[in-house]
Every structure is written in C-alpha cells, then in structure tokens.
C-alpha cells in the first residue's frame, strides 16, 4: 500500500498507537501470515510522515500515528 493507503486504513479503524513486538517481526519476503508484524512494513515505518517513535527498548517499540 502507498503512504495515503496506510495512514486511510489506521484512521479507518482509528488506530493511534502502533505497538510492535520485537519478537514477532517475521520475514514476510517467502511467508505471510497474521501472527506478527511482516518486516517489510517495519522497515516503511521510520520513512512514514505521520508515524513517530515514542519509544524503543530491545523488546518492543510503540509509534504513535499523527492524522493532523
């Protein structure tokens, strides 16, 4: 999805906050499924205008979505 389509969908369910478990990143390159978060998304993450990481640790990381 492009950036608009991303930030439609989270405001469509009226996501605030994205908390992502480290330990359940999984290399969605060969392998998709609903039980984590696929990494290709994880890395967008950082280059998304609307996301901003509010906090990290080895375990988890919680980004905050801004529609304004």
Do not use: T
Request: hydrophobic share 40%; proline share 4%; glycine share 6%.
């Amino acid at each position: 999805e492009d950036e608009a389509e991303v930030k439609s969908s989270l405001k469509g369910v009226n996501i605030g906050y994205i908390v992502i478990n480290k330990d359940r990143i999984y290399d969605d390159s060969k392998l998709h499924h609903f039980g984590g978060y696929p990494l290709s998304f994880v890395k967008r993450m950082p280059q998304l205008p609307f996301l901003s990481l509010i906090f990290d640790n080895k375990l988890v990381s919680i980004w905050k979505v801004n529609f304004s």
